[in-house]
C-alpha cells in the first residue's frame, strides 16, 4: 500500500507539470483529490491492514494529500501568472500612438460679423429682435408707404405665395420697423437680423436668399444728427477709428429724407482702386428718417416723436470684412472656406 501511495504521489505530480490551463487542472483534482478520486479508493482498503499500520499509513496518506494540494495550488497560481501576462503583453496600449483629432467648429464669416454689430448696437442700448420670413405684403409694402403700383412690388423680384399677391417671402427686414412699433412702447431702439428674398439670379455679388439688419429709432426730436452720428460711431467700431464715411441722397419709399452710407475704400484711402470700381467709395448700407405716414400709420404722433431707420446688407459686410470676392462662398459651406475665418 505504501508504494502504491508513493506510485500515486509520482503520477499525480508528474501529470501536473503537462498542465497547461485551468480545465485541465481542474479535471486533475478530480482524478487525484476528489472524493472519488484515486487516493480516497485507496484509502477505502485501510480497513484491510493491521491495527498497527493503519496510523502509519495514514498519516502517510494525509501527507500525499498536502503535497499534492500543495503543489497544484502552487501549479495554480503559475498558470495564472503565464496566462495574465500573455494578456498583458497581448493588449498592451502603445500610449505614445498620436491620438485621433477631434474638428473644432467655429463660427461663420457672417455671424462672426452679425454677432459684432449686434454687440456695438446692443452696448448703444438697442434690444435685437427676430421677425417672420414669410411675411404680408401689407407690412412689406403698404404700411412702408410702397403702394399698389410701386415697382419693387412686381412679380418679377418678388416670391408671392398668393395670386392676389397678399403673402410673400420678404424682400427687406423693413417690415420689422411696423412690427416694433405696432408691439414696443415707445421710445423705439431696436435693430432686427434676418434672411431675406428677392428673384435674383445667383452669382458673385447675388442671391435669391441673403441677410439684413434693420435698425429703428423713434423718440423725442429725434433728428438726421442722430442717425449719423449713430451709424458713424458703428462703421468707425466696424472698420476702425477714423474711418471716413459720406452720406448721399437717395430714395426710399418709408423714408425722408432719404440717404446711402458709403465707406471710404480701405484699399485705396479714397484715390480709386479695383475694390472701390475707382470710386474711392464703397457703399455700405441705405437709411433715412422715418416717414411721417409710416409713423402715422402705427399711431405715432409726429408732433412729438421722429425717428431713423437704416437697413445693411450681412453679406457684403462680411465680405468686405474678409476680402471674400464671391459671394456663393458665404453659403456654399466648403469646409476649406469656413476654415480660414
Ligand atoms: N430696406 C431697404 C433696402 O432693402 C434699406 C433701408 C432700410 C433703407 C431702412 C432705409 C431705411 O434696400
Same mark, same amino acid.
Given at each position: ?58 498519516? $502517510? ?67 435685437? $429682435? ?13 404700411? $412702408? ?139 455700405? $448700407? ?56
Amino acid at each position: 500500500m505504501k508504494s502504491q501511495l508513493e506510485q500515486i504521489k509520482q503520477t499525480a505530480i508528474n501529470m501536473l507539470q503537462e498542465i497547461q490551463d485551468a480545465t485541465e487542472l481542474d479535471a486533475w483534482r478530480v482524478k487525484y483529490l476528489g472524493k472519488k478520486g484515486e487516493l480516497t479508493a485507496l484509502l477505502k482498503q485501510m480497513g484491510k491492514l493491521s491495527a498497527d499500520e493503519r496510523p502509519v499509513m495514514g498519516q $502517510l496518506a494525509n501527507e500525499v494529500r498536502e503535497t499534492l494540494t500543495n503543489s497544484m495550488e502552487e501549479w495554480k497560481k503559475s498558470i495564472e501568472e503565464s496566462m495574465l501576462n500573455a494578456r498583458l503583453t497581448h493588449e498592451t496600449v502603445d500610449v505614445t500612438i498620436p491620438g485621433k483629432k477631434t474638428a473644432i467648429g467655429h463660427q461663420h464669416p457672417m455671424y462672426i460679423v452679425l454677432d459684432e454689430i449686434k454687440g456695438i448696437f446692443v452696448g448703444m442700448g438697442f434690444e435685437s $429682435l427676430d421677425g417672420p420670413e414669410i411675411e404680408l405684403a401689407e407690412y412689406n409694402f403698404d404700411r $412702408l408707404n410702397a403702394e399698389e403700383g410701386h415697382p419693387s412690388r412686381d412679380w418679377s423680384d418678388t416670391f408671392y405665395f398668393d395670386q392676389d399677391s397678399r403673402v410673400m417671402l420678404r424682400s427687406q427686414t423693413s417690415p420689422m420697423q411696423i412690427r416694433a412699433m405696432e408691439t414696443r412702447t415707445l421710445p423705439i431702439r431696436i435693430i432686427s437680423p434676418g434672411r431675406v428674398y428677392r428673384k435674383d439670379e445667383v452669382d458673385a455679388t447675388h442671391s435669391p436668399m441673403f441677410h439684413q439688419v434693420e435698425g429703428l429709432v423713434v423718440d423725442k426730436g429725434i433728428t438726421m444728427a442722430d442717425l449719423k452720428g449713430t451709424l458713424n460711431t458703428v462703421v468707425e467700431k466696424l472698420y476702425g477709428e477714423g474711418t471716413k464715411t459720406r452720406f448721399r441722397p437717395h430714395h426710399f419709399p418709408f423714408t425722408e429724407p432719404s440717404c446711402e452710407m458709403d465707406v471710404q475704400c480701405h484699399k485705396c484711402s479714397g484715390v480709386g482702386c479695383p475694390t472701390c470700381k475707382y470710386e474711392g467709395w464703397i457703399e455700405l $448700407l441705405g437709411a433715412g428718417m422715418v416717414h411721417p405716414k409710416v409713423l402715422e400709420g402705427c399711431g405715432i404722433d409726429t408732433n412729438v416723436y421722429s425717428g431713423w431707420a437704416f437697413g445693411i446688407g450681412l453679406e457684403r459686410t462680411a465680405m468686405r470684412r474678409f476680402k471674400i470676392a464671391d459671394l456663393r462662398l458665404i453659403f456654399e459651406n466648403d469646409i476649406r472656406f469656413l476654415e480660414q475665418f
